[in-house]
């Protein structure tokens, strides 16, 4: 049965006014949940894997933690840049390489529309991203590359032979020499490495049994 919203604002009646601040915030939420439910079309011309941009910038961010920390760069500057490299897409969505060659997104114009009356300050930052030139914004820029060298390296190893040419031509767009250690050491690694010692844990707990 479907619940209007005025039933649900009167179960969870609140004691204060919801201010004009907050409801910008709670739109820039919703927004946001859109991109878990859009998906990086790049995948299709692959045929094979299914990645939503929530997803893709969810491990973006976790490895720009790691080398915005090996670099001493601006861990909090390089985690917003991360959060919100992408947001664009819940307007004009995601484009592949393909697809870039014949249309124009007009990047600024969609994050300015976004984030101008709740965050205005994420559209200065955003701008930085799209140049490239800063420290911050190139680990975010090739954290977002390596993010996608570990979904193509599973790929890999689940033998997609189209994937390995991916593979090899994407770690070519990694220029920071510790972003390439990190794609050396995904492409040279296994997906399934992370939890070895678990596994013969478990092996050796088999045997007694």
């Known amino acids: 049965m479907k619940i209007s919203s005025r039933k649900i604002s009167l179960r969870f009646a609140y004691h204060k006014e919801v201010t004009v601040d907050t409801k910008k915030y709670i739109s820039l939420i919703f927004e946001a949940a859109v991109t878990k439910r859009l998906k990086r079309t790049g995948w299709q011309i692959l045929g094979d894997n299914w990645e939503s941009i929530g997803e893709h910038t969810f491990l973006t961010s976790v490895i720009a933690y790691f080398l915005a920390k090996t670099l001493k760069s601006d861990l909090t500057k390089v985690l917003t840049m991360s959060l919100f490299h992408d947001f664009h897409e819940s307007r004009i969505g995601d484009a592949d390489k393909i697809a870039l060659d014949y249309i124009t997104r007009d990047i600024a114009k969609a994050n300015r529309d976004i ?95």
């Open 115 to 209: 984030f101008s009356a709740a965050a205005p300050e994420l559209k200065e930052m955003l701008d930085e991203y799209e140049a490239k030139k800063s420290t911050e914004a190139r680990i975010v820029y090739e954290s977002n590359i390596l993010a996608l060298l570990v979904e193509v390296k599973r790929l890999v190893e689940n033998g997609n032979t189209n994937a390995a040419e991916w593979l090899e031509a994407n770690a070519s767009r990694v220029k920071l020499p510790e972003a390439r250690e990190l794609a050396q050491g995904i492409m040279s690694g296994n997906t399934q490495d992370w939890w070895a010692s678990i596994r013969d844990r478990l092996r050796d707990g088999f045997r007694r049994e």
